[in-house]
């Protein structure tokens, strides 16, 4: 099963994640986080950290996703995979010189990490960054424009979509019943 949860900043999103995920046995957090030289990241990847039971198995991959997420697979039964913005922004810095490339790879990445949903949870964390103003830059204009397709492929790919705001969830789509028709995807 797939999982999709959105939301803005700190609306709650991982904190879902990891309350959906404790529901499972054996569990591992993929982070796509980079911590740098940036000490709010820093301190923001230790507060991550330190939520996450001591029992779930943890794998950093910046770019690497669905290798991460396939190598993941093996070791649990659920795997929370938080975020995808971040890793949308390690693509966009490691093909900053073609841009195409970046769109590609993320892409490619959904289809991937779809695929081995089949046989364990998959929870994607991302953020929804479409409901501000647009950026006046253009790189960040793209990059919020492709953090926008990569939240409909996975959306579309996902058996469950949650919008979180203000701690809350807002569940988008439910598993489907058997024999019921799925919902067309917008092209």
Same mark, same amino acid.
């Given at each position: 099963?797939?999982?999709?949860?959105?939301?803005?900043?700190?609306?709650?999103?991982?904190?879902?994640?990891?309350?959906?995920?404790?529901?499972?046995?054996?569990?591992?957090?993929?982070?796509?986080?980079?911590?740098?030289?940036?000490?709010?990241?820093?301190?923001?990847?230790?507060?991550?950290?330190?939520?996450?039971?001591?029992?779930?198995?943890?794998?950093?991959?910046?770019?690497?996703?669905?290798?991460?997420?396939?190598?993941?697979?093996?070791?649990?039964?659920?795997?929370?995979?938080? #975020?995808? @913005?971040?890793?949308?922004?390690?693509?966009?810095?490691? !093909? %900053? *010189? /073609?841009?195409?490339? $970046?769109?590609?790879? &993320?892409?490619?990445?959904?289809?991937?990490?779809?695929?081995?949903?089949?046989?364990?949870?998959?929870?994607?964390?991302?953020?929804?960054?479409? #409901?501000? @103003?647009?950026?006046?830059?253009?790189?960040?204009?793209? !990059? %919020? *424009? /492709?953090?926008?397709? $990569?939240?409909?492929? &996975?959306?579309?790919?996902?058996?469950?979509?949650?919008?979180?705001?203000?701690?809350?969830?807002?569940?988008?789509?439910?598993?489907?019943?058997?024999?019921?028709?799925?919902?067309?995807?917008?092209?």
């Amino acid at each position: 099963m797939l999982t999709l949860i959105i939301g803005g900043t700190k609306s709650g999103k991982s904190r879902l994640a990891q309350r959906l995920a404790a529901r499972s046995g054996r569990v591992c957090y993929v982070a796509t986080a980079v911590t740098g030289d940036d000490p709010e990241m820093q301190a923001r990847i230790e507060r991550h950290r330190a939520d996450r039971p001591a029992s779930w198995q943890t794998i950093e991959e910046p770019l690497a996703l669905a290798d991460a997420v396939r190598h993941a697979a093996a070791l649990a039964d659920t795997i929370v995979v938080d #975020c995808l @913005t971040l890793w949308l922004s390690n693509l966009s810095w490691n !093909f %900053r *010189d /073609t841009p195409a490339r $970046v769109e590609e790879a &993320a892409h490619t990445g959904i289809l991937q990490i779809a695929a081995l949903a089949r046989s364990c949870h998959i929870i994607l964390v991302s953020n929804e960054l479409g #409901c501000g @103003t647009v950026p006046g830059v253009d790189v960040t204009r793209a !990059f %919020r *424009d /492709t953090q926008g397709l $990569v939240n409909q492929w &996975a959306g579309e790919a996902a058996d469950e979509v949650i919008l979180t705001v203000a701690g809350l969830p807002l569940y988008l789509k439910t598993p489907q019943r058997e024999g019921a028709a799925a919902p067309e995807p917008l092209r």
